[in-house]
């Protein structure tokens, strides 16, 4: 593509009305996550841009690497490790956490995926994974009825009646939807919900090394999906942690990962961590499930498409 064509196909994504409704939708969307976790304890902390410690993730990415006085740096894909250090000191922690993902070019259809994006994330000290389902199921009816409030003209311009979903959302077992709706059980089971619900207990294999194991000898962890419902699908990821130092040695092993990748937080896990449990919560896609959007690049005035140049 032409530099101009560029430029000219950036203006016109910023000059849309549904832009503009998407930026008024996206400024509440930030200040009730933000206000909301403040009100219940929570300690906002600055993001991580830069780190030699980042999520290793469960599917390939490309992963660029910083140099730095001769010291390597990634771009951060997740503070899953940092969160834990911070909840030992600070209880409760949340950040608008930027992240770099550069998600392989066949994620370009899926409507769902940026290779920049920003997420919520959220980590509590001595929480259970039912803590922080409590706590979702707390905020999104709040934040549904605040955009609803605060953003009538927006939602009626772009034509969408968003639901204010009831409590506590269903809950289905990862292995269970996989037999009764098949491998694409997620998609499948989006379309045909009306509310949000919780995949729980994935399987070990499916998640990285951080998600703390159940210990009923199931081989699933304490871990959690939020699936949106009408075909919007993942709406956020979270678990309970692993924070003994042999567990976290044995699941990196299992994952094929070597100890010298998070050797700096391996060191802190032998000076001790502590149970926690957290999620994180894609901005852009919450903002497109509230919008109706079928693209995520129409939430974003800057998409990262997969596989495409962009401004
Ligand atoms: P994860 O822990 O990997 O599930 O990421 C946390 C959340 O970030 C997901 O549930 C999504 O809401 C969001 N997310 C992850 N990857 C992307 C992506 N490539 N583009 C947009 N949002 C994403
Ligand atoms: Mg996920």
């Known amino acids: 593509m032409q530099q101009s064509e560029i430029v000219q196909n950036t203006l016109e994504r910023l000059s849309r009305e549904s832009m503009v409704h998407a930026m008024r939708i996206h ?6 996550l933000g206000d909301f976790f403040r009100e219940e304890g929570f300690l906002e902390v600055p993001p991580v841009i830069l780190s030699p410690l980042t999520d290793p993730l ?16 990634s771009l951060t894909k997740s503070m899953i490790f940092h969160k834990h250090l911070l909840v030992k000191y600070l209880g409760s922690i949340f950040t608008f956490s930027p992240n770099v993902r550069m998600e ?3 994620k370009k259809s899926s409507g769902r995926h940026l290779w920049e994006f920003t997420q919520i994330d959220v980590e509590k000290r001595d929480a259970t994974r039912e803590d922080m389902m409590r706590l979702v199921e707390k905020l999104l009816p709040h934040l549904f009825r605040e955009v609803k409030s605060k953003n009538a ?19 289905i077992k990862y292995l269970d939807a996989e037999s009764s709706r098949g491998e694409d059980f997620e998609r499948i089971l989006s379309k045909e919900a009306k509310t949000p619900f919780w995949i729980v207990d994935i399987p070990v294999m499916k998640r990285e090394f951080y998600d703390r194991m159940n210990d009923d000898g199931s081989s699933t962890l304490a871990d959690m999906d939020l699936i949106y419902p009408e075909g919007f699908q993942e709406a956020l990821s979270g678990g ?6 042999e ?21 802190a896990a032998d ?24 693209r995520i690049e129409d939430t974003h005035p800057f998409p990262k498409i997969p596989g495409e140049f962009s401004l």
């Open 27 to 32: 400024t509440t969307v930030r200040k009730v």
């Open 58 to 73: 469960n599917h390939p990415v490309f992963d660029p690497v910083v140099t730095y006085y001769g010291k390597k740096y």
């Open 104 to 106: 392989t070019e066949d």
């Open 153 to 171: 003209q927006e939602l009626r311009a772009l034509g969408r009646d968003l639901p204010v979903p009831e409590t506590p959302f269903p809950v």
């Open 240 to 245: 309970e942690r692993e924070y003994k130092p």
């Open 247 to 267: 567990r976290i040695r044995e699941r990196i092993k299992l994952k094929g990962q070597t100890e010298e990748q998070f050797s700096h937080y391996l060191s």
């Open 271 to 294: 000076e001790g961590l502590p149970p926690s449990a957290g999620f994180g919560i894609g901005i852009e896609r919450l903002v497109r499930y509230i919008c109706g959007f079928t």
